[in-house]
């Protein structure tokens, strides 16, 4: 098995994001609630994109009846958390993801996860306005003015 590189992992994202858009994703925590049809698609785009921390949410477990139609649903996850098992695969795809898993008390660490959110964001405006942004830039491009 080849090492791992984030930066040749998220290489092919470059042109659709900038260098410094994809640090922000690589720093960026994202919570997703719900690991089957939709929510699924949604934590296998946001791992995919190189989203570095995720915070992972369900109440279920995988069942044949969701093969059809779920991401994470293979007749070896059936019986499993769908949590732990969407994890499992997303750590499959960037090893170097960090994330934490959520089942039946989610709804009580809501306002926790706000909390860090808010935190989170509070530092990477703090860091943004450390490093200031070019005259006439927003998000590493050329502004419309």
Request: charged share 25%; net charge positive; proline share 4%.
């Amino acid at each position: 098995m080849a090492p791992f590189s984030y930066a040749e992992f998220t290489t092919r994202n470059i042109g659709f994001v900038s260098t410094v858009e994809q640090e922000k994703l690589r720093q960026s925590c994202v919570f997703v609630c719900g690991t089957g049809g939709m929510g699924g698609a949604a934590l296998m785009g946001l791992a995919r994109a190189g989203v570095g921390r995720l915070i992972v949410a369900d109440i279920d477990v995988f069942e044949i009846s969701n093969l059809n139609r779920q991401l994470f649903a293979f007749t070896d996850t059936a019986g499993r958390p769908k949590a732990e098992a969407a994890a499992d695969a997303v750590r499959r795809i960037n090893p170097e993801v960090e994330i934490e898993m959520l089942g039946r008390e989610w709804p009580d660490a809501i306002g926790r996860i706000a909390q860090r959110a808010g935190r989170q964001r509070q530092r990477t405006e703090q860091q943004q306005g450390a490093r200031g942004s070019p005259a006439g830039h927003a998000h590493g491009r050329p502004s419309a003015t």
